[in-house]
Each structure stands twice: as structure tokens, then as C-alpha cells.
């Protein structure tokens, strides 16, 4: 083994423009014979008419909107038209340069068994720490709530008897209003990448986006807070969807043995300090999160594998479910503990549907198709979740964009949220006797009869786990239809409201909430209808058909999603309805509109690639996808030279194809800016390295302690004389790019990138000449609009 | 039930004769009376059923298909006996329960017939041994697979427990707990006021009732947090509650209406002046337009095209 990895280091750096040229034909298979493409030019050429009409119509859009000239360049913010500049990629493919072959070729076998067991490791400390963040989460949240609803509901007590409601309703709305302020301003104004759910930053970050701060300890803690401020302050929201995120964020630092953010190196795992294994790991978090959150271990591996399946393996699924059951097994524990009965594992998860138990389980064949049907209500239900959602937030974007603001705007929803349970509440006819198992915590009586609850106050005035756990298990007759349906619709619009603010907080509870309010309806509706038997008599069984079909009309997951509602629910047999709802709601949702993390994606202009290239675009080559001119660094470049183009703020290229000039000018490596800033810092130039014979050289190492937040150029001083040094890259380049030829369609070009998490493709000649560099923002600006392929503008906020 | 017992007495009473009958050389005629005395002093309730099982009896006795069991397997006199009490005092608490069903007394007048039935319970299941080194456990309580003693029982100590009667009920079945009776004479002057003004307007009579009724209702809150409620107060509050909510309408009525749509009208209103003004007021968050670099092939390589062509 040693001997191969020998050999190959010596001749590569024997012979660097040789290897190189290799690379190459490793993809000349794709170049197609000369005569399919006359007609695939045929082709561009009607296709090409029709591209062009797709541009301009695009323009027209933007102009119908925006009402501002698009000449002038500025571009009113943000439709998803717009891709932000600022945003980079991941470096999930490994740099094979020399240093790292020689960190490779020193490593004993016992160095790779321990490196392997280090995996292990981690992933357990992330199933268990994010288990610990749920638990914390889970108990902080309840005894709040607690506290608030109790103090609530004695006044309320208080007041019915004297008069004053309205007291009680300010009271109440005060309350919500000072909780979600704390939460909205620890999130507006010291980490906004802490609103919302998360999952579609997580899910960016697997497809290999680099959105700025996302996995930060500060991002942890702000959003553990704004989770527990947002839930506490009765905001139609849930704590499911940050879990996933705070997951990502735990499994990224642990992974990494050290916070930046505390100045700490623990001085371990040193070895996982890239993009590639940090991935890993944090793709082990998400499913460690979706695991603490539902109890639901398997459908966190298999979010994990929906999102960002394109770099999976038998034994990363089988770390990550490790690290997901032991998760789950830290949450029962402690949870356990924290109800006085240790040792008793029946708590998973944050939100327990509870059991589904007896008669209530059973459906028959017949009962199908009206699953179906309620897939259908839901995945229109959702689709106009989303379009609200959508054009709430492009306002919200547009105007409602200064923190000061944004606090404001929670605080408001926090108020009028309190509002209008409130008054639901008070108008509500709808009594219910006390039952002997009574589930409610806080049961308001309010003007019913003595003995007898708001029925409407169970759904409003509790936690919403609460009242989705009420809404599944309470008995039949225990909700009025008339409280269901207005719940469903204040509800309704309230979690749509809510959504897009400047909190931490989850769109999985609201959704289930809204899906098992109306599908407790559509049971209590049936069995109205049909009286007769009494197979039709148990609502809990809709509601639970309900909150699928509603969960999966918004968010549109279809294989994690049916996992986690089956055991959630742990109950197999609810399999087969769950996934065709799921199904039913994702085809109906898909024709109006996309999921609402999708949405979220593109309205945060983020360059996500999806699994397949858009369709029919196989006529567009790799010569017009690319971006060129490139710029180019010679093998030995002028140190000034590498400076300035690093210092240019208008290109903020990140990496740079290097060319060896034999004969002609001939790719031979490619080299991050990380690494010339690195390089820069410890000032690796060839003349000094002549004179100064006993200095150490540069390790992968040094490259480790940088990541992954190499400083700017700004801040490396490189003196005049300096300038004048050369540097020689062959060490640290990496010698083997993957290159393509010009005439590479874009779905094996999109093919590459998405399987190989590429960075940079290099587009080459047959001489193996540079012409030009494809990124991530070159693929992901071409989308499949209503006017066939339409080709999206690049912009800098 | 009785009928049951009875059945099963005469089934022994069968057995018995049976065994005589054969002429078991070590069977006695004395031991024999001596089984037959229990069957004989057999609860005054099976009097009427024996009729009915008679014929039954002799057409087993006529077709004499059981034989009988060696002696080791009977069951001794003291069992019997013992099976004899336990039925006694069955029959006396089923007896006292049922009219105390609706409403529901079932702690308040039973609970001495049910602690006498616990008392015999224990001795039949207990291990100790009585005259003669007998214990009836194993062969009263668990040699069948019905195991009626043992179900019989069960299900009555299921009501019991159902019923929460152990709240309200003082160790050792001895009386109510003083917190029961103060509850019961609380609920009394309840009752009475309420007698007292029921004719006529009840807006008098929740005027008047509303603070020993609110002292009930307090009381039975304290009670409910205590966990000293069963069934009978349970019962006992909720018709109180039933009459003063249903029949005498004395529930709070939903009177500020008008302040608490006020208050939030003027809530809902703050949103839409908070979006309006910041759609007025704030700027619109610009973004530049960057024209990336391209290689503009696309239109010159459609010239060659058009050349080779």
C-alpha cells in the first residue's frame, strides 16, 4: 500500500503538467462524435429562440413587479430571481495535493482504525448532546408555559366572577408580547440566521452551500432561546424543526473539537477539520435533531438521506442512525428522570403523539379512498399555506427588513395571536364536562356551566404539542364542529402569519395542529353522515390522516416524513394511509405551488441544486454555462500578483485554475483562496525559503487550524518587498482537478457537481487549455419556468 | 352470583353422595353428615333456587357419572365453612350496593358490609393455617381454572377501587374520614338554602345560596387537590353543580362583551398600521445586478453554424 501511495506522490510531482493532462480524459468520453452535434445545433437553434423569449419575459416580470426600470441595474430585492453573490460553496471534494499524500503515507494502520472509532465517537456525543438540547428544550418550555398559563388562568377566574375580562386578555396578550420580544431580539439583532426553522439552511448546507454562520455555537444558543421564548410566548409555532437545526449546529462543533466562537481547541479530531467530514457529521446532527424531536430514529436517518443523499454509504447511514437512536434513548432518559420515574423509556421524543391503541387503529379498505381525498384537501390547503407564505415574506423582505422592525412585527403577532385565542375563547358556546381522565392542564370554564370546560380553551389556551395530542386521543363528542372549524381557520392563518418572522420556531407543529383540527372535522362530519356503524365513530384516526395530509401539503417531504409520522405514532399499520396521503398531498400541492422550504430557499437566493438538471436542457453545452475569461495563477506566481487578485472585491473568486506555461499555457492544478491565504499568512515564498533553510514546512495542519474561518486578505500584510517574491504552488494545489471538455452538456455537468459535491468544474480545451471555470451559481441559475428554461440574475445584497 | 354458589354447594353435596354411594370403604356415615351440615345451613338466598336445581341434580345422580376423589383432594370442613361466611357476606354487600347506585351512596352506606367481606377474602387467601392444618387458599382460590372465588372477589374490589372509596373511608373500614363528613354537612346547608328559595325567582336564591355554595365548591376544589374525593362526593357535587348551573342558572353570564371587542379591535388594528407605515415609510432594500462573465460563444458559434451550413 505504502509503496503504491509512494510511487504516485513521486510521479505526480515529477511530472505536475503530465498529470494534469490526465485528468482529462477521465471525462472525454462525453465528448459526442461531430456528427450528432450538427443536429443537437438544429436543435439550440429553436430552443435557443425560445430561451430567449423565456429571458425577456422574465425581465417583464420584473418589471411588472418592481415598476423600476431594470437598466438602471438596481434591482428591487428579492424575488427568487436573484441568486446572492456572497453566498459560497462547500469543498466537499478532497484536495489530493502533496501534503496531504504525505500526511496520508505517515499514518500508521493503527491511525486509520483510530480514526474510524473517532467517528464512532463523535456521533455518539452528537446523538447525546442534542439529545441534552431537546431535553433542556422539552422541560424549560413546559415549566414556562405552566407558569404563564397558570397565572392566566387565575385571573381569568378572578375576572369572569368580577368583570373585566379585558383586563385578563391585555394580561395575556402582555405576557406572549414580553416573551417573544426577548426571543425576537436575540434573534433580529445578534444572530438572524437563527430565525425560522432552520431546516431549509440545514438543507442547504447538505447540498453544499456555505451560508454564513449557520453552524456557530452563538447560533445554537440564540436559537435554543428564541425556541423556548417563541413556544412560551403562545406563538402558533413548535420547537420540532429548530431541534433539527440545533442538532446540525451540535454535531458540527463537537465534530470539530473546538469552538472558535469560545476561543477553545480541545485539541481533538483534528483530522475532521474539512468540509467533506464535517458534512458527514452534520448530516449525522440533522438526523440526531429529527430523532429527539419525533422519536422517530429511523425517519432521522432517512431526512438526512432526503436531504443531501448524494454523498451516502452504508456505513455513514450506519453512524448516523447511531447517532440517532442514541438521541432518542438521551431524551427518554432524561426525560424520564425529569418525571420522577428513571429507568422508563416510554417519553420519545419532544412531541408524543401518543398511542394509538383498541378500536381506534382499525380502518378498513372502504376508508381509502377518503384518505386519499383528504390528501387532496390538504395538499390544496397547504399549497395555499405556501402562496400566502410566499408573498408575506417578499414583503416582509422588501419592507419589514431593519431588526428594530422585524422585533416590532413579532411582538405584534405575539399580541394579536393572544387576541384572538382570546376571543375564540369567550365567544365559544362550546362546553364540555370534565371527563375522569381529564387530559387538559389548564381547563377554562369561563361561562359554562360548573364542572364543565371551554372546550375551545383546550385547543387555544395550551402549548400546541398539547392540543395535537388532545385533538388525536380526546373521545368522540369532546370537540363541537363549529370549534374545529374555526379553529382550524384562525389557525390557519396565524401559523401562516407566524412563519417568516424573526423568531426561532418550526412549521411542524402548526401544520399537524391545523391538518388534525380539520381532520377531527372531516371523522366527526362522517360519522354524522353515516350513523350507523360504528367504525366511522373514532375522529382521532382523521386527525391523525388530517395532520399528515396538512404536514406533508407544506413542507412536501414524502420518504422521512411518512417514517416520522409512523413512529411517532408507533403504529405500523397506519403506514400505508400515511404514505398515500403524504403522496395525494405532494402531487395536488406540487401542481400550484412548491414546498415551503423550497420557497424559503429561493427567497434567501441561495444556489441550491436540486437531484436532476432541469429537463430539456441538454442542448446548453458546457461552453455556455461557464464563466469566462478565468483568471489564472502560474505555477510560480509573484506573490504581488496573487495579492492583487485576492484584494479585487469585484471578482471574489475563490479558485483559481493553475496553468504552466509549456509551450502554450497548460492547466496543471487548482488552488483554493483559502489555501493562498494561508499560504500569505505563514509567508511560504520561495526566496525566503532559500535563505531560511531550517524552516519548518507547511503542513496540512496549518491548513486545519485556519479552517474553517481563514481570515480575510484584508488583514494579511504582505510588505513591498515582499511583493516581489514568488510563491510556488505545487505543493499545495491540487494537482488532479476535474475537468471538462467544452462540448459537456449541463446535466453531466450538473451530474458531476451534484454527486462529487464539486466546487469548481474547469471547462478545458483539447490542448488542455483553460476557457473556463463552471461554479455552483453557474448550473443553479437555470430553472424550468413557465416559458421552458429561464435563466436567473446574479446579485449582491 | 348466589345462584352460582349454590350450584357449586350442590355440586359438592354431589360429589359427596357419590362417594358414599359407591361404598368407599374409608368414607363414614358420619363424615358424610358432617358435609352435608353446610350444604344444609346453606345461605337463606339459595332457598329459592334449590327448586330450580334439583331436577338437575338428580339427573346427574341418575346417571351417576362422577365418582368420587380420594380424600387428600377434598376439601376440608373449615374451607367450606370459611366458603360459606364469604358468601354470607357477598350477598349482604351486593345487596347493599345496588340501591345505592343512583345516587350514588355506595361509599357512604356500604363500606362496613365490604370491610367484613376484605376480612373473610384475607382468611381464604391468607397462608396461615387453620384447625387441623388446613389452608383453603389453594384449594378455594386457584384449583380450577374458573377460579370464582378469586373473580367473584375481584370484581367487587374493582368497583371498590373504581369508586375511590378508600379516600373516604378511614382505615379498617372503621367510618368515613372526618373530611367526608364535613364535606356531607357542607353539601347539607348547600341543599337546604337551596330548598329554601327554590320557589319562586332564582335570581334570590343564587344571591343568597352563592356563598355556601362557593364553600362547597372551594372545599370540594381543596379535596380535589388532596386527592380525598370518592365517588360519592364526586356524585354529590356534580348534581349541586348541575343545579346551580342548569336548573337555577346561576353561571356567570358573558356580560363586558362590548370592552373585550373593543380592546381587541383595537388590537387587531395595531398589524395594519404597523404594515401600512412600513410600507410607506421604510425603503425598499435594493440589490445590484451583477453581469457575470461569460463566453459569449453562444452567438458567434450559431454564425459558424450558419457558415458550415
Known amino acids: ?797 | 352470583m348466589s345462584l352460582y354458589k349454590n350450584c357449586l354447594f350442590l355440586l359438592f353435596l354431589l360429589i359427596d353422595i357419590n362417594a358414599f354411594v359407591s361404598g368407599d370403604v374409608n368414607f363414614t356415615a358420619s363424615e358424610a353428615t358432617n358435609q352435608l351440615k353446610p350444604t344444609l345451613s346453606s345461605s337463606a338466598a339459595g332457598v329459592v333456587n334449590s327448586a330450580v336445581f334439583k331436577p338437575f341434580v338428580d339427573s346427574v345422580f341418575s346417571l351417576s357419572l362422577l365418582s368420587s376423589f380420594p380424600e387428600d383432594l377434598e376439601i376440608s370442613d373449615y374451607c367450606v365453612e370459611l366458603l360459606n361466611v364469604f358468601g354470607q357476606r357477598y350477598v349482604d354487600y351486593v345487596k347493599c350496593l345496588v340501591p345505592a347506585a343512583r345516587p350514588v351512596r355506595v361509599c357512604q352506606n356500604c363500606f362496613s358490609t365490604y370491610g367484613k367481606l376484605v376480612d373473610t377474602y384475607q382468611n381464604i387467601s391468607s397462608d396461615q393455617m387453620g384447625p387441623g392444618n388446613v389452608s383453603c387458599r389453594d384449594s378455594l382460590l386457584r384449583s380450577d381454572r374458573l377460579m370464582l372465588v378469586y373473580q367473584l372477589y375481584s370484581n367487587l374490589e374493582d368497583l371498590w377501587l373504581k369508586s375511590d372509596c378508600d379516600h373516604c373511608v378511614t382505615e379498617k373500614f372503621q367510618s368515613l374520614t372526618n373530611a367526608t363528613l364535613y364535606f356531607m354537612t357542607t353539601l347539607n346547608q348547600t341543599i337546604t338554602c337551596f330548598d329554601k328559595y327554590k320557589e319562586g325567582n332564582h335570581t334570590e336564591l343564587c344571591k343568597n345560596c352563592k356563598n355556601t355554595y362557593r364553600g362547597l365548591n372551594e372545599l370540594y376544589g381543596k379535596m380535589e387537590k388532596n386527592h380525598t374525593l370518592c365517588i360519592d362526593i364526586e356524585d354529590a357535587m356534580n348534581m349541586t353543580r348541575k343545579l346551580w348551573s342548569k336548573n337555577f342558572n346561576c353561571s356567570f353570564p358573558r356580560e363586558e362583551t362590548v370592552a373585550v371587542i373593543a380592546v381587541s379591535s383595537f388590537m387587531l388594528f395595531l398589524p395594519i398600521i404597523f404594515y401600512l407605515s412600513s410600507f410607506l415609510h421604510s425603503e425598499q432594500k435594493k440589490r445590484k445586478l451583477i453581469h457575470p462573465k461569460r463566453a459569449k460563444s453562444y452567438n458567434s458559434l450559431m454564425n459558424i453554424q450558419d457558415k458550415l451550413s
Not at chain 1, 479585487?648 to 475563490?654: F, I, K, L, R
Not at chain 1, 479558485?655 to 500569505?680: D, W, Y
Open chain 1, 1 to 797: 500500500m505504502a509503496n503504491i501511495t509512494k510511487k504516485v506522490s513521486w510521479s505526480s510531482r515529477a511530472d505536475e503538467s503530465a498529470a494534469a493532462g490526465e485528468a482529462t480524459p477521465l471525462l472525454n468520453g462525453s465528448e459526442q462524435p461531430q456528427h450528432s452535434r450538427q443536429v443537437r445545433l438544429a436543435w439550440k437553434l429553436t430552443w435557443g429562440a425560445n430561451l430567449e423569449i423565456g429571458r425577456l419575459s422574465t425581465v417583464d416580470l420584473e418589471e411588472e413587479i418592481t415598476s423600476e426600470e431594470v437598466k438602471s441595474e438596481l434591482q428591487t430585492s428579492p424575488t427568487h430571481t436573484l441568486f446572492c453573490l456572497l453566498l459560497l460553496s462547500l469543498d466537499y471534494d478532497n484536495i489530493e495535493n502533496q501534503l496531504f499524500l504525505e500526511e496520508e503515507r505517515r499514518m500508521s494502520y493503527m491511525g486509520f482504525r483510530c480514526l474510524e472509532i473517532s467517528r464512532w465517537v463523535v456521533c455518539g456525543l452528537i446523538g447525546f448532546l442534542t439529545g441534552l438540547i431537546a431535553c433542556f428544550i422539552d422541560i424549560v418550555v413546559e415549566q414556562l408555559a405552566g407558569i404563564k398559563y397558570q397565572v392566566v388562568k387565575e385571573n381569568i377566574e378572578k375576572f369572569t366572577e368580577a368583570g373585566g375580562l379585558s383586563i385578563s386578555l391585555i394580561l395575556w396578550a402582555v405576557l406572549n408580547f414580553t416573551f417573544v420580544m426577548v426571543g425576537a431580539i436575540i434573534v433580529a439583532f445578534f444572530e438572524p440566521i437563527a430565525a425560522g426553522s432552520g431546516i431549509p439552511q440545514i438543507k442547504c448546507y447538505l447540498n453544499g452551500v456555505k451560508i454564513p454562520r449557520v453552524v456557530r455555537l452563538k447560533t445554537l444558543v440564540i436559537k435554543v432561546c428564541g425556541v423556548i421564548c417563541s413556544v412560551v410566548g403562545g406563538l402558533a409555532v413548535g420547537k420540532e424543526g429548530p431541534m433539527i437545526h440545533s442538532g446540525a449546529v451540535v454535531a458540527a462543533g463537537v465534530s470539530q473539537g473546538r469552538s472558535t466562537s469560545l476561543k477553545r481547541d480541545f485539541k481533538i479530531f483534528e483530522y475532521f477539520r474539512r468540509d467533506t467530514e464535517k458534512r458527514d457529521f452534520v448530516s449525522a446532527g440533522a438526523a440526531a435533531g429529527v430523532s429527539a424531536a419525533f422519536g422517530a430514529p429511523v425517519g432521522g436517518v432517512l431526512f438526512s438521506l432526503e436531504e443531501g443523499a448524494s454523498f451516502w454509504n452504508q456505513m455513514l447511514t450506519w453512524r448516523i442512525f447511531f447517532a440517532s437512536m442514541i438521541s432518542t434513548f438521551t431524551l427518554n432518559f432524561f426525560l424520564s428522570i425529569y418525571h420522577a420515574n428513571p429507568g422508563d423509556l416510554s417519553n420519545p421524543g419532544l412531541i408524543n403523539f401518543g398511542r394509538f391503541e383498541g378500536d381506534s387503529v382499525t380502518y378498513n379498505l372502504y376508508e381509502i379512498p377518503l384518505f386519499i381525498a383528504m390528501g387532496a384537501i390538504g395538499g390544496l390547503l397547504g399549497a395555499l399555506f405556501n402562496v400566502l407564505n410566499y408573498w408575506l415574506t417578499i414583503f416582509r423582505i422588501r419592507y419589514v427588513h431593519r431588526p428594530c422592525l422585524q422585533v416590532m412585527e413579532a411582538m405584534l403577532v405575539a399580541a394579536v395571536t393572544a387576541t384572538v385565542s382570546f376571543t375564540m375563547i369567550y365567544f365559544s358556546n362550546d362546553c364540555q364536562p370534565l371527563g375522569p381522565e381529564s387530559t387538559e392542564e389548564y381547563p377554562l370554564q369561563l361561562f359554562c356551566a360548573d364542572g364543565e370546560y371551554n372546550s375551545m380553551a383546550t385547543a387555544f389556551f395550551n402549548t400546541p404539542e398539547r392540543s395535537v395530542r388532545s385533538l388525536f386521543h380526546n373521545q368522540p363528542g369532546t370537540y363541537n364542529p363549529l370549534t374545529l372549524g374555526l379553529f382550524t381557520l384562525t389557525y390557519f392563518f396565524l401559523a401562516c402569519w407566524t412563519y417568516g418572522l424573526a423568531v426561532s420556531a418550526g412549521v411542524f407543529i402548526p401544520s399537524l395542529l391545523i391538518g388534525a383540527a380539520w381532520g377531527r372535522l372531516c371523522g366527526i362530519l362522517l360519522a354524522s353522515i353515516t350513523s350507523t356503524s360504528s367504525i366511522w365513530a373514532d375522529p382521532g384516526k382523521y386527525a391523525l390522516i388530517g395532520a399528515a395530509a396538512q404536514l406533508g401539503g407544506i413542507v412536501r417531504m414524502t420518504l422521512s416524513l411518512t417514517v416520522i409520522m409512523v413512529e411517532a405514532t408507533g403504529n405500523v399499520t397506519y403506514g400505508l394511509p400515511i404514505m398515500l396521503v403524504l403522496m395525494t398531498a405532494k402531487i395536488v400541492g406540487d401542481y400550484f405551488e412548491e414546498g415551503l422550504y423550497d420557497i424559503h430557499i429561493k427567497l434567501q437566493s441561495v444556489p441550491f441544486l436540486h437531484w436532476e438538471a432541469p429537463a430539456t436542457s441538454h442542448w446548453l453545452t458546457a461552453r455556455e454555462v461557464m464563466s469566462s475569461p478565468v483568471t489564472c495563477l502560474n505555477r510560480i506566481e509573484k506573490v504581488g500578483t496573487i495579492v492583487d487578485i485576492l484584494s479585487n472585491t469585484s471578482t471574489n473568486h475563490n479558485g483559481f485554475p493553475v496553468v504552466v506555461q509549456v509551450p502554450g499555457t497548460k492547466l496543471c492544478g487548482l488552488i483554493l483562496r483559502s489555501q493562498l491565504i494561508v499560504l500569505l499568512k505563514h509567508k511560504v515564498f520561495v526566496e525566503l525559503a532559500r535563505s531560511r533553510l531550517t524552516r519548518r514546512k507547511l503542513q496540512l495542519k496549518d491548513f486545519r487550524d485556519a479552517y474553517p474561518r481563514f481570515p480575510p486578505i484584508q488583514s494579511i500584510h504582505v510588505s513591498q518587498d515582499e511583493r516581489e517574491c514568488m510563491m510556488d504552488l505545487t505543493e499545495f494545489m491540487n494537482p488532479t482537478p476535474y475537468t471538462v471538455p467544452q462540448e459537456t452538456s449541463l446535466p453531466r455537468v450538473f451530474k458531476l457537481f451534484r454527486a462529487l459535491g464539486l466546487r469548481h468544474l474547469v471547462v478545458v480545451d483539447d490542448e488542455n487549455r483553460v476557457v473556463g471555470l463552471v461554479t455552483r451559481k453557474d448550473l443553479a441559475r437555470y430553472h424550468l419556468g413557465k416559458h421552458g428554461l429561464e435563466e436567473l440574475q446574479l446579485a449582491q445584497t
